[in-house]
């Protein structure tokens, strides 16, 4: 079904939210944001029981990424946050699939092969379906299928774990955004819960991140990429989170972030990717940051002590 924007889920969310905190629309212009107070930004910056860890593509260092295998292996290591990546398919389906082309994570060579490049967009749901996505990674894993989101969503709600959903290359989708918040919402993930306690949306594509939080400003969402200082602003005017790679960030950039408010009144948070080893989790740890974004779960929470 499409996604109205002026739901009751909507306008009561928004309507709380904005009510609680004292602030302007969601919309308001950046030079509206507010630095955080130099003792809340300390705090903020040094979490009392560490980074969030969360699995990427689900826990994908021990089973293939994004399919519900790899959901089940994350709730087997006690991790409740679990990131996927999400794309459409040539009849409207929502699947879950990292690279735009399926060639490196299933069969499609095989059971297509004169497909090439074998683009997600070029499939039907059905077509998609007929695929295994588990081989690739191990005999075990033989015949695991791309899922749906919707399908994600029913296993992470079974598993009770929350979901990081990454937009996968919007701009090949032209209106995905109001897409995943109609799933969303038939799925029963738009609840009214306060921002950021059960899904929080994010992509590399700022345009497509802003139109997230316009169709649905009660929904924490997040930008993947390492904007400037100077810009930092207009960002959290629509995003709760700045999600660089690991290897860009310093103490100084994440205090930076962290030192901006968000659309919801909260500093914004710093989650970064993608961590696979015990020093570096230490390291980037040190550096103040939000939340540890990692194919090994198990790894980083035992190198953060956890």
Do not use: C
Not at 154 to 173: H, M, S, V, W
């Amino acid at each position: 079904m499409p996604f109205n924007a002026s739901s009751d889920w909507v306008g009561w969310l928004a309507g709380l939210t904005l009510a609680a905190l004292g602030l302007a629309p969601a919309a308001s212009a950046a030079q509206d944001q507010v630095a955080v107070p130099a003792a809340e930004r300390a705090e903020h910056a040094a979490p009392a029981d560490g980074p969030l860890v969360v699995a990427h593509r689900g826990a994908s260092g021990h089973a293939p990424e994004n399919t519900l295998a790899a959901a089940d292996a994350a709730a087997a290591l006690d991790t409740t946050w679990v990131e996927t990546d999400v794309q459409r398919t040539a009849d409207g389906e929502l699947v879950l699939v990292h690279d735009t082309t399926l060639a490196r994570t299933t069969d499609v060579e095989e059971v297509f092969p004169g497909r090439a490049p074998w683009n997600v967009a070029d499939f039907t749901a059905a077509e998609i379906a007929r695929l295994d996505a588990g081989s690739w990674f191990g005999e075990e894993f033989a015949g695991e299928p791309v899922p749906t989101l919707a399908q994600f969503l029913d296993r992470l709600t079974r598993n009770d774990q929350r979901l990081l959903l990454e937009i996968k290359a919007p701009e090949l989708y032209r209106g995905i955004e109001a897409d995943i918040l109609a799933e969303l919402e038939a799925s029963g993930w738009l609840t009214p819960e306060p921002p950021g306690t059960r899904l929080v949306i994010q992509s590399f594509g700022a345009e497509s991140v802003r139109t997230v939080h316009e169709l649905a400003p009660g929904v924490e969402t997040g930008f993947l990429g390492t904007p400037e200082v100077a810009d930092l602003p207009e960002y959290a005017a629509y995003a709760d989170q700045i999600n660089p790679r690991y290897g860009d960030l310093t103490a100084a950039y994440v205090a930076e972030i962290q030192a901006v408010e968000g659309p919801h009144g909260e500093p914004v948070e710093v989650h970064t990717w993608t961590v696979n080893d015990g020093t570096t989790a230490r390291a980037v740890a040190d550096l103040g940051v939000d939340g540890i974004i990692t194919n090994f779960p198990d790894v980083v929470r035992s190198a953060l002590g956890g």
